[in-house]
């Protein structure tokens, strides 16, 4: 699907107060970004941002970065930020940028869980390695989260789902708890924010898949 360029995404993103600017430069110091000792959960490739400013208002005693690779995605999340129901929020941030380029954002083991919430599914063969639950980016993720931490990820997309059951086998990760009907499922399901798609696919009868793998 193409993008639709947004020309006032970028200077509204540079501007605005909860974007970090240079993710880089905080590289080890998130907890002076955040002024507290409270974990770090990000999402990658967060869309319009719906889970992790619910997830934010929900857990205030998480801090949570959302990344976003599209500056006109990305904006659409800002616009969510700024309404009533969330502007003073202190617990979230966002970045823009590629995940491929998540180490030089975040020191081994400043990341507690990270979240994959509908991820493009690359279907073909060719570019399996750009899936964010690939084992090439599940060994991106072993170089911010400590031993333990985790990763859940969620789709629609039953061919991906398999395929990232597989990869997470043979990265030598620990499969904790996976779900082919996560909806269905009372203890899976419990404190569950849905996405924008995952409203929507459940509206269509679509089950929704979800995993939780935590790092060797």
Same mark, same amino acid.
């Given at each position: 699907?193409?993008?639709?360029?947004?020309?006032?995404?970028?200077?509204?993103?540079?501007?605005?107060?909860?974007?970090?600017?240079?993710?880089?430069?905080?590289?080890?110091?998130?907890?002076?970004?955040?002024?507290?000792?409270?974990?770090?959960?990000?999402?990658?490739?967060?869309?319009?941002?719906?889970?992790?400013?619910?997830?934010?208002?929900?857990?205030?005693?998480?801090?949570?970065?959302?990344?976003?690779?599209?500056?006109?995605?990305?904006?659409?999340?800002? %616009?969510?930020?700024? *309404?009533? =129901?969330?502007?003073?929020?202190?617990?979230?941030?966002?970045?823009? #940028?590629?995940?491929? +380029? /998540?180490?030089?954002?975040?020191?081994?083991?400043?990341?507690?869980?990270?979240?994959?919430?509908?991820?493009?599914?690359?279907?073909?063969?060719?570019?399996?390695?750009?899936?964010?639950?690939?084992?090439?980016?599940?060994?991106?993720?072993?170089?911010?989260?400590?031993?333990?931490?985790?990763?859940?990820?969620?789709?629609?997309?039953?061919?991906?789902?398999?395929?990232?059951?597989?990869?997470?086998? %043979?990265?030598?990760? *620990?499969? =904790?708890?996976?779900?082919?009907?996560?909806?269905?499922?009372?203890? #899976?399901?419990?404190? +569950? /924010?849905?996405?924008?798609?995952?409203?929507?696919?459940?509206?269509?009868?679509?089950?929704?898949?979800?995993?939780?793998?935590?790092?060797?």
């Amino acid at each position: 699907m193409r993008l639709r360029n947004i020309p006032r995404a970028e200077g509204t993103i540079q501007a605005h107060p909860a974007v970090i600017k240079r993710p880089e430069a905080q590289r080890g110091c998130w907890r002076q970004v955040f002024v507290n000792k409270n974990p770090i959960h990000i999402e990658i490739g967060m869309g319009k941002g719906r889970f992790i400013l619910n997830m934010a208002k929900e857990h205030p005693e998480i801090n949570f970065i959302g990344i976003e690779r599209y500056s006109s995605v990305l904006l659409r999340a800002v %616009e969510k930020f700024d *309404t009533e =129901e969330f502007r003073e929020l202190q617990n979230v941030r966002f970045i823009c #940028m590629d995940a491929r +380029n /998540i180490a030089d954002a975040f020191a081994e083991g400043e990341v507690e869980k990270i979240y994959l919430n509908f991820s493009d599914p690359w279907p073909k063969a060719r570019h399996a390695k750009r899936r964010l639950t690939s084992v090439e980016f599940l060994e991106r993720y072993e170089k911010v989260l400590p031993q333990g931490g985790a990763v859940e990820f969620k789709t629609d997309n039953t061919a991906l789902f398999n395929f990232s059951v597989e990869q997470i086998k %043979e990265a030598g990760w *620990t499969l =904790e708890a996976f779900t082919y009907d996560l909806h269905h499922n009372e203890e #899976m399901n419990r404190g +569950n /924010i849905m996405t924008e798609y995952e409203e929507k696919f459940s509206r269509r009868g679509n089950p929704i898949n979800k995993l939780i793998a935590v790092r060797k």
